[in-house]
């Protein structure tokens, strides 16, 4: 317990030290007019609340995250918790906090525009490609996980086909509608159930005192086979970094009537998420250490969601079990949701069209729908369609997530700010995302030798060509 209560202590400690830091370097001014003033359109630009965009923004990125994706990093052992924590505080959080700054200070842009104002023409077409890539995949591989759950805690005629279609005419509403009439008015009860689950696993950490690994007993893997990098640091995305958060900052940006509540919402909303990771990676390498990653008596390796039930009702009883996996249920649909209407503002900033009128948000929503159902219906018809179709979600995500810290590196030259806060995460990333698709056996499947001098090549390369537009621009 020693090793995880000092890494949630230092997830506190560095949202108060660190998180001010980073505030201090993007200089928020809270005089300055923000794009839900000036550009109030009553369906994407709407002033709302603080305390009720900090609930979005949480169930926004949150997604199967980190509870799935923290079980899933536990197999690594107390490497997950090193992980969690710095990728967290320097890395994550500070992707999130300036994508949604930028996207303050230019009237609520997107992502790809983002991009490529600070990167170029080319990298803003290829992060559009990328960014509606990545949507479309969140929101088919962020239904059967729900749906799975849902179906295990209803009647048998309420199956995971009932509840996959059930979530999908939901996506449809709340991607078309005003974000203040669904998202607005049900993601805050959401919010309240995924952190009262997060809380009461991590009461229960501390009353039942279980036998946790401490990192001086051993740092590298117990259960997976796998090497550590890069695998863990794509299995452990959303609780530490993951390039969907930067698609959903700008929603917020959008709605945020001040720029000084941008460290809470965005850098406050990504340590909420390491802490919730922290404590299921906690809770997760106790399961396996009762138990082992496989089922004994059925002889198939646990699940993510298997995981997550048996320990919300072992630990926290029957009603609080069921309050728990309503908050795990709610976590991939919030995102689910968000990501289809990121999706659309991404396509309508490329296509120039306004979303005021429902006819086009209806004329680009029905292709972009039709395509997912496509994307889900593969996943669902092929034993392997999920877990193909979630490990290159997985890569996109840590993909977009180096473009995004680039960018925001370029800002912070160009402003004459520390850009080391994003230059190191940048090219640490950049590695990270070039050796899994060079080692994957979804990806190019080369040996690990060379993927990993592949890896190393690329991070080489984005010094180099940092250096040389360090030194154009000072000529």
Same mark, same amino acid.
């Given at each position: 317990?020693?090793?995880?209560?000092?890494?949630?202590?230092?997830?506190?400690?560095?949202?108060?030290?660190?998180?001010?830091?980073?505030?201090?370097?993007?200089? @928020?001014?809270?005089?300055?007019?923000?794009?839900?003033? $000036? %550009?109030?359109?009553?369906?994407?630009?709407? @002033?709302?609340?603080?305390?009720?965009?900090?609930?979005?923004?949480?169930?926004?990125?949150?997604?199967?995250?980190?509870?799935?994706?923290?079980?899933?990093?536990?197999?690594?052992?107390?490497?997950?918790?090193?992980?969690?924590?710095?990728?967290?505080?320097?890395?994550?959080?500070?992707?999130?906090?300036?994508?949604?700054?930028?996207?303050?200070?230019?009237?609520?842009?997107? %992502?790809?525009?983002?991009?490529?104002?600070?990167?170029?023409?080319?990298?803003?077409?290829?992060?559009?490609?990328?960014?509606?890539?990545?949507?479309?995949?969140?929101?088919?591989?962020?239904?059967?996980? @729900?749906?799975?759950?849902? +179906?295990?805690?209803?009647?048998?005629?309420?199956?995971?086909?009932?509840?996959?279609?059930?979530?999908?005419?939901?996506?449809?509403?709340?991607?078309?509608?005003?974000?203040?009439?669904?998202?607005?008015?049900?993601?805050?009860?959401?919010?309240?159930?995924?952190?009262?689950?997060?809380? !009461?696993?991590?009461?229960?950490?501390?009353?039942?005192?279980?036998?946790? @690994?401490?990192?001086?007993?051993?740092? !590298?893997?117990?259960?997976?086979?796998?090497?550590?990098?890069?695998?863990?640091?794509?299995?452990?995305?959303?609780?530490?970094?993951?390039?969907?958060?930067?698609?959903?900052?700008? %929603?917020?940006?959008?709605?945020?009537?001040?720029?000084?509540?941008?460290?809470?919402?965005?850098?406050?909303?990504?340590?909420?998420? !390491?802490?919730?990771?922290?404590?299921?990676?906690?809770? +997760?390498?106790?399961?396996?250490?009762?138990?082992?990653?496989?089922?004994?008596? $059925?002889?198939?390796?646990?699940?993510?969601?298997?995981?997550?039930?048996?320990?919300?009702?072992?630990?926290?009883?029957?009603?609080?079990?069921?309050?728990?996996?309503?908050?795990?249920? +709610?976590?991939?649909?919030?995102?689910?949701?968000?990501?289809?209407?990121?999706?659309?503002?991404?396509?309508?900033?490329?296509?120039?069209?306004?979303?005021?009128?429902?006819?086009r948000r209806l004329f680009i929503c029905i292709p972009l729908f039709l395509v997912t159902m496509a994307t889900l219906i593969y996943?669902?018809?092929?034993?392997?369609?999920?877990?193909?179709?979630?490990?290159?979600?997985?890569?996109?995500?840590?993909?977009?997530?180096?473009?995004?810290?680039?960018?925001?590196?370029?800002?912070?030259?160009?402003?004459?700010?520390?850009?080391?806060?994003?230059?190191?995460?940048? %090219?640490?990333?950049?590695?990270?995302?070039?050796?899994?698709?060079?080692?994957?056996?979804?990806?190019?499947?080369?040996?690990?030798?060379?993927?990993?001098?592949i890896g190393a090549a690329s991070a080489i390369g984005g010094i180099a060509w940092f250096a040389t537009w360090m030194h154009r621009?000072?000529?």
């Amino acid at each position: 317990m020693v090793t995880f209560s000092a890494a949630l202590a230092l997830l506190i400690i560095g949202y108060i030290i660190y998180g001010s830091f980073v505030n201090r370097v993007f200089a @928020p001014d809270a005089k300055r007019r923000t794009p839900a003033v $000036t %550009l109030n359109d009553g369906v994407d630009y709407i @002033p709302m609340p603080t305390w009720k965009i900090f609930m979005i923004q949480f169930l926004n990125i949150a997604g199967l995250g980190p509870i799935f994706g923290a079980i899933m990093g536990a197999q690594f052992g107390t490497a997950s918790y090193l992980w969690i924590v710095i990728g967290t505080l320097f890395a994550g959080a500070v992707h999130d906090f300036f994508a949604g700054c930028l996207s303050i200070r230019n009237n609520g842009a997107n %992502l790809p525009e983002l991009i490529g104002k600070y990167l170029g023409g080319g990298a803003k077409t290829t992060m559009n490609i990328f960014s509606l890539v990545l949507m479309v995949l969140v929101g088919a591989v962020f239904v059967s996980g @729900p749906a799975e759950l849902l +179906a295990g805690m209803t009647p048998s005629a309420f199956n995971a086909t009932f509840w996959i279609v059930v979530i999908f005419l939901y996506y449809v509403l709340a991607t078309l509608l005003p974000i203040d009439k669904i998202i607005g008015r049900i993601y805050p009860i959401f919010a309240i159930a995924l952190l009262f689950m997060a809380f !009461g696993i991590l009461v229960m950490l501390f009353v039942k005192r279980p036998q946790l @690994p401490e990192i001086w007993n051993g740092f !590298g893997t117990k259960y997976d086979s796998s090497p550590i990098f890069p695998m863990m640091f794509v299995s452990i995305a959303c609780g530490a970094i993951s390039g969907f958060h930067a698609t959903q900052s700008p %929603l917020m940006a959008r709605c945020m009537k001040n720029e000084c509540h941008c460290r809470p919402i965005f850098y406050g909303a990504m340590v909420t998420e !390491g802490i919730v990771a922290l404590i299921w990676a906690a809770a +997760a390498t106790w399961f396996f250490g009762e138990h082992g990653t496989v089922d004994a008596a $059925t002889g198939i390796p646990y699940s993510g969601a298997k995981v997550a039930t048996l320990i919300s009702k072992d630990w926290l009883g029957a009603v609080g079990g069921i309050v728990a996996l309503l908050g795990i249920v +709610a976590a991939p649909i919030t995102s689910g949701d968000t990501a289809l209407r990121s999706a659309r503002l991404i396509l309508a900033d490329f296509l120039h069209m306004e979303q005021r009128s429902i006819k086009r948000r209806l004329f680009i929503c029905i292709p972009l729908f039709l395509v997912t159902m496509a994307t889900l219906i593969y996943s669902l018809a092929d034993a392997d369609g999920f877990k193909i179709i979630w490990r290159y979600f997985a890569w996109c995500n840590q993909t977009l997530s180096v473009f995004t810290l680039w960018a925001i590196t370029v800002y912070l030259v160009q402003e004459k700010k520390p850009y080391w806060i994003t230059l190191i995460p940048a %090219l640490f990333m950049t590695c990270v995302s070039t050796t899994y698709i060079s080692m994957a056996p979804e990806g190019f499947g080369l040996p690990a030798p060379i993927g990993y001098g592949i890896g190393a090549a690329s991070a080489i390369g984005g010094i180099a060509w940092f250096a040389t537009w360090m030194h154009r621009r000072k000529k």
